[in-house]
């Protein structure tokens, strides 16, 4: 399993954090919520997000969040910010012979 402190330099990592410490706290915040869209890739790598009393759509769960709040901007640019982190994530893995 990587260590947060392995991570800390990866694009959102620190919104990833939060987003996963919130999930595991029952939180439904936008970083949770975006978290929660990729879960299962998160898991692979040793992260357990828990999903169990959110919608079964996540995505158009925090689209919804994010109304009056920027909407389909924000929503575009914090899916890019998760997507770098996953790719970053992704690299640092295959680095460590993960």
Known sequence: MIEWADLSDL?????VRRGIDERRQGGHSIDAL???????????????VPVGDL????????????EGRGGYRRYNAIRRELASFMSALAHRARRMGR
Request: proline fraction near 6%; aromatic fraction near 10%.
């Open 11 to 15: 694009p959102g990592a620190a919104m």
């Open 55 to 66: 919608p079964g759509d996540r995505d158009m769960a925090l689209y919804t969040a994010l």
């Open 34 to 48: 975006l978290v929660s869209t990729m879960s299962a890739r998160l898991a692979h790598y040793g992260f357990v």
